[in-house]
């Protein structure tokens, strides 16, 4: 089972990126996906989760309206669309795959031990 994290690069202030997460080796439909990110000095922190039947997806409150998560069952890939990004964005971004849901409190949800499966990190960097 492999993750394969893509579509990292340097943009501008305001600019937007869309991050990829393609699955091989199982499908989405039973697992949830979630990114996180973890900047220079600083813990890994998780940013946006989806998964089957969980009532997400969910997002971290300092990218609500900035970030969407989607998924294309048909390719088994994850998309992280960013919008207006700011230079506090700026981080390696994971993704991560667990069976089953997304968890339902928060904490659990972003901890980086109750997932499974990680691709490499795809940095992204925002600068003027």
């Known amino acids: 089972l492999q993750l394969q994290a893509s579509g990292g690069g340097s943009v501008q202030p305001g600019g937007s990126l869309r991050l990829s997460c393609s699955a091989s080796g199982f499908t989405l439909d039973s697992y949830a996906i979630a990114w996180f990110r973890q900047a220079p000095g600083k813990e890994r922190e998780g940013v946006s989760c989806?998964?089957?039947?969980?009532?997400?997806?969910y997002y971290i409150d300092s990218v609500k309206g900035r970030f969407t998560i989607s998924t294309d069952f048909g390719s088994d890939t994850v998309y992280l669309q960013m919008s207006s990004l700011k230079p506090e964005d700026t981080a390696l971004y994971y993704c991560a795959a667990k069976f089953g849901p997304c968890p339902f409190t928060s904490r659990v949800r972003y901890f980086p031990g109750n997932y499974d499966y990680w691709g490499q990190g795809t940095q992204v960097t925002v600068s003027s």
């Open positions: 989806t998964g089957p039947g969980d009532g997400g997806p």
